[in-house]
C-alpha cells in the first residue's frame, strides 16, 4: 500500500516571501502521479499542482513550483511570493497510474501567510 | 461552469438515525467520488462510481453505509444508522475521467450527538 507522510503540520510565511512544504512517499510503483491539494477555510479542495512520475521536469504553475526527487520519494511544495491568500491546508498525494483515480493524501500541513 | 454541488452543507443528527448527503457533479464527467474527511486529516476514498456503476467501495463500511448514483449523473451517500465516529465532513468529486483532475464539492460536515 502506498503512504503519502506530511512532516511539517504547521507552518507560516510572512507574506511576499518563499516557503516550502514537505512531503515523502513510500511505494514500490514506478507510475505514478503526485499532486499538491490547497483547501481553504471554506473547504473546497482546489487542485494546486499535478507531477507526473516519468517527468524529470519539475512542474510549475505560476508562483507554485515542486521539487520532485524521485530516487529519494519526495515531492516538496515551493510558494513564492506568498499572499494571504494561500492561507490553506495544503495535502499532498498519490496516485498509482493503474488505480484508476484513487488518490491517497497525506495528513497536511496548514499554512498560514502573515501581513 | 457551474462546480461540484453538494447538499447540505451542515448537517446535525442525533446517533442512530439517519442521514444521506447528496452530490452533483460537473456536466459531463462521468467519473463520481466519495471521501471521508476527519478532523485535521486528508480525505480518504469511500467509493468511486464510473457512470452509474460503482467499480471502487472497497473503503465504504457496508454494514451501515451504502451509496447509489442514478443515471450516472446525481449521486447519494447514505448512512443508517448513524454512530458517533461518522462526525467528519463528507467531500465529494467528479472527473471527466479516472485519469484527469478531480474536482471537489464543499462538502458536509455532520456532527453526531
Known amino acids: 500500500a502506498q503512504t503519502v507522510t506530511q512532516s511539517q503540520p504547521e507552518m507560516s510565511v510572512q507574506e511576499a516571501e518563499t516557503v516550502t512544504l514537505s512531503c515523502t512517499y513510500d511505494?514500490?510503483?514506478?507510475?505514478?502521479?503526485l499532486f499538491w491539494y490547497k483547501q481553504p477555510p471554506s473547504r473546497q479542495m482546489i487542485l494546486v499542482i499535478r507531477?507526473?512520475?516519468?517527468?524529470?521536469q519539475n512542474a510549475t504553475e505560476n508562483r507554485f513550483s515542486v521539487n520532485f526527487q524521485k530516487a529519494a520519494k519526495s515531492f516538496s511544495l515551493k510558494i513564492s511570493d506568498s499572499q494571504l491568500g494561500d492561507t490553506a491546508m495544503y495535502f499532498c498525494?498519490?496516485?498509482?497510474?493503474?488505480?484508476?483515480?484513487?488518490?491517497?493524501f497525506g495528513q497536511g500541513t496548514i499554512l498560514t501567510v502573515h501581513p | 461552469e457551474a462546480g461540484v454541488v453538494q447538499s447540505p452543507r451542515y448537517k446535525i443528527i442525533e446517533k442512530k438515525q439517519p442521514v444521506a448527503f447528496w452530490c452533483n457533479p460537473i456536466?459531463?464527467?462521468?467519473?463520481l467520488y466519495w471521501y471521508l474527511q476527519n478532523l485535521g486529516q486528508g480525505p480518504e476514498l469511500l467509493i468511486r462510481?464510473?457512470?452509474?456503476?460503482?467499480?471502487?467501495d472497497s473503503q465504504l463500511p457496508k454494514d451501515r453505509f451504502s451509496a447509489e448514483r442514478l443515471k450516472g449523473v446525481d449521486s447519494t451517500l447514505k448512512i443508517q444508522p448513524a454512530e458517533l465516529g461518522d462526525s467528519a465532513v463528507y467531500l465529494c468529486?467528479?472527473?471527466?475521467?479516472?485519469?484527469?483532475?478531480?474536482?471537489f464539492g464543499p462538502g458536509t460536515r455532520l456532527t453526531v450527538t
Open positions: 468529486a467528479s472527473s471527466l475521467d479516472f485519469s484527469t483532475e478531480q474536482y
Open positions: 462510481y464510473e457512470n452509474e456503476e460503482a467499480v471502487d
Open positions: 507531477q507526473e512520475a516519468y517527468k524529470q
Open positions: 456536466s459531463g464527467h462521468n467519473t
Open positions: 511505494t514500490s510503483e514506478s507510475n505514478y502521479y
Open positions: 498525494a498519490f496516485m498509482k497510474r493503474t488505480s484508476y483515480g484513487k488518490l491517497t
